[in-house]
């Protein structure tokens, strides 16, 4: 219980920073349930940190991954194809359920655990691989290339939501 209370303040301590984020952009930020894009979205590389952080919001809240894949929102009359924000709603800011009803935690300070040893793959997990397992495993769509404006974005918005994280805290100590 006390992770989920330390998440409740975090996500209250960061929302207003991506809303200054927003601000400073000259948009509203908005996590409602739009329908997600037919296809993968493409950005052009961001050209500020606000930039970058409004447009990993956008593809986290839209970007269908060009999947074919559908799910149907709570209060909503239709299908929509697949995004993140399927299963991380309202920006991954709540602790989110997948479509399949597995509980998900919130996303705030989750890029302070990356990178991370899984030992059920026996292998290091980045941030970026943690994006890619996400779009193929659970959109079921074509994730972005590691290097492409469209991952950057989503690590710069997932950065953005563990501000004030502690950073690399299950690193091992570097010994000289």
Not at 92 to 113: D, K
Request: one cysteine or more.
């Amino acid at each position: 219980m006390k992770q989920h209370s330390t998440s409740a303040a975090m996500a209250a301590a960061v929302r207003p920073a991506l809303i200054m984020a927003f601000a400073a952009a000259g948009t509203a930020m908005c996590f409602a349930a739009v329908p997600p894009k037919a296809g993968p979205m493409t950005v052009k590389p961001a050209t500020s940190m606000e930039q970058a952080v409004q447009d990993g919001a956008r593809i986290f809240a839209q970007d269908s991954f060009g999947t074919k894949q559908t799910w149907v929102p709570e209060g909503a009359f239709g299908s929509h194809l697949m995004s993140c924000a399927a299963c991380h709603t309202d920006g991954g800011v709540p602790e989110g359920t997948s479509p399949a009803g597995a509980h998900l935690p919130s996303l705030i300070g989750a890029a302070s655990n990356y990178p991370k040893y899984k030992a059920k793959k026996h292998t290091v997990f980045t941030l970026e691989r943690q994006i890619v397992h996400c779009v193929r495993a659970g959109v079921m769509g074509k994730p972005p290339g590691y290097n492409s404006p469209e991952m950057v974005d989503l690590v710069v918005y997932l950065t953005a939501l563990s501000k004030g994280s502690v950073m690399g805290h299950q690193m091992p100590a570097v010994t000289h």
